[in-house]
């Protein structure tokens, strides 16, 4: 073999190689986690409600009920604080909207909402919080779509209509 055969071929092995350790085994890098390309397509990058644009796609844990569970996280931006949707995978996922459904059993008020968008059922949870000495609303939109169930909630003050117009534009 030539010199440049074998430049060559070392060219192409690199290249080989260097593409395995930037997209992953299983998915896409995206700040040194390697996330499921499927599941990142759960996370909307454009035609986004006003306000939110899309900081980084990472891995996390959710705990819903006493459980912990991994998950694909989207986090965004939204005017001065943060926006997220998360996406948890499981077998059976309504299992998973029933045990942090349970996480409300105790509440004296109904804080289920069940409303409609992108073809399938969904639900506002409404929980209070303390802000600036004043309680306030905090909303989250679950809901199941095949084997996942999503989550998406604003971190700051905001009203229910732009937290489920921030579900919706997942598309799922």
């Not at 694909?72 to 926006?83: H, P, R």
């Not at 059922?121 to 409404?126: E, Y």
């Not at 809901?143 to 117009?165: C, I, P, R, Y």
Request: hydrophobic fraction near 35%; charge should be negative.
């Amino acid at each position: 073999m030539s010199i440049k055969s074998i430049s060559l071929l070392i060219l192409l092995a690199t290249a080989v190689l260097l593409s395995g350790c930037i997209s992953g085994k299983d998915g896409i890098k995206v700040n040194n986690s390697t996330i499921n390309t499927t599941e990142s397509g759960f996370f909307p990058k454009t035609n986004l409600p006003p306000g939110f644009s899309l900081e980084t796609i990472h891995e996390t844990e959710v705990k819903i009920g006493n459980s912990s569970f991994n998950a694909t996280e989207g986090l965004y931006k939204y005017n001065s604080g943060y926006a997220e949707i998360q996406a948890v995978k499981h077998e059976k996922p309504t299992i998973l909207i029933d045990l942090y459904r349970s996480q409300y059993k105790e509440a004296n008020y109904n804080p289920f909402e069940e409303i409609s968008f992108n073809d399938h059922n969904a639900t506002i949870v409404t929980d209070y919080v303390i802000r600036n000495g004043k309680q306030e609303p905090k909303y989250t939109v679950i809901w199941t779509n095949g084997s996942h169930m999503f989550l998406a909630f604003n971190e700051e003050q905001t009203d229910s209509k732009t937290v489920v117009a921030f579900a919706t534009a997942s598309g799922y």
